[in-house]
């Protein structure tokens, strides 16, 4: 079984997977890093030290999960975007351990980035995206950018054409879910407190052309918390918040030109919330825009786009 391996070490996942030349899924791990109780995040050294502590559990179930296997290239998320001045400590791992096993076994190394990975993975998610321009939302703790996105054949072409100007949303929700007194990441657990409640306390939302901001709110909100104001109430008045700011996001967006099509990435984008609320919402559905989303697994951080990015460079290399 002749297959290429992907690699991703983002901040909070240490991520495997592989794909036989004909696509087919054959591992896709994630392994979540170590997180003490009320931490608010993991310092870049200690996300690399729990790398390493993962890694080879993960490789090991190459053996179980592969029948005589031939791996024939390797391909890293080597940086958080496809930009010259891109660069995160985290990453190094990945592009350092797809090196060496590419070395080892005398087969191609190729390098891509975790947010093409993440948009690979969405569009495998949805099967059949026939669209070639399109834009991308990406959602996460350390992302929250707008995206024009051209397809070639090895990838991508991406502008990144608007994003926040200070909090990404993963924080806007980890940092209300901690004063809240829920684990760290608390997207789930603050999504939980929001599901069923029919009220929510009123926050304000702040998009100017293609930027949005997520401080202010923040900062309002957990003055409300101080107040004592009832939990479950500000859980669904953040994701309301949320659907708001990224409707109004996209909508600017189609006046200027840019394409209906959008495909939502990054595991803010997993939100159930957030998915029901921006399908419902009568603005996009007037302005005629079609919204993809990523399946929820294939959300979250994981190695599968970076191993069928690397299966595309693979086989146009060797036509």
């Not at 994701?239 to 200027?256: E, M």
Request: hydrophobic share 35%.
């Amino acid at each position: 079984m002749k297959y290429v391996l992907g690699i991703d070490t983002s901040c909070y996942t240490s991520s495997l997977a592989c794909v036989s030349l004909e696509g087919e899924v054959l591992l896709n791990k994630q392994v979540l890093l170590e997180l003490a109780d009320g931490t608010r995040g993991l310092q870049q050294s200690k996300a690399i030290f729990n790398h390493l502590k993962n890694l080879p559990s993960i490789t090991s179930e190459l053996k179980s999960t592969i029948d005589k296997p031939e791996l024939v290239a390797v391909c890293s998320s080597v940086k958080p975007r496809p930009q010259k001045d891109s660069y995160m400590p985290v990453f190094v791992l990945s592009q350092s351990l797809g090196q060496v096993i590419a070395n080892i076994n005398n087969v191609p190394y190729y390098e891509s980035t975790h947010q093409e990975n993440h948009i690979m993975s969405g569009l495998y998610s949805l099967g059949g995206f026939k669209a070639k321009h399109f834009l991308v939302v990406h959602l996460s703790g350390g992302t929250t950018e707008l995206l024009e996105v051209r397809v070639h054949n090895h990838g991508f072409d991406i502008d990144m054409i608007g994003s926040s100007l200070d909090l990404h949303a993963g924080q806007f929700v980890d940092r209300i879910g901690v004063s809240l007194g829920l684990p760290f990441p608390s997207g789930p657990h603050l999504e939980e407190l929001a599901n069923n409640e029919l009220e929510s306390y009123d926050i304000k939302y702040y998009v100017k052309d293609l930027n949005i901001s997520f401080s202010g709110p923040e900062t309002h909100i957990q003055r409300q918390i101080v107040k004592g104001l009832d939990s479950r109430k500000i859980a669904k008045g953040v994701y309301i918040s949320l659907i708001k700011t990224l409707g109004k996001w996209l909508i600017n967006a189609v006046k200027k030109g840019y394409p209906r099509d959008v495909l939502l990435v990054g595991g803010v984008s997993s939100s159930r919330i957030i998915r029901e609320g921006l399908r419902a919402d009568s603005e996009i559905k007037n302005e005629g825009l079609s919204l993809y989303f990523a399946d929820p697994q294939l959300s979250k951080d994981n190695a599968l786009g970076t191993a069928l990015i690397g299966l595309n460079i693979y086989k146009t290399s060797n036509v």
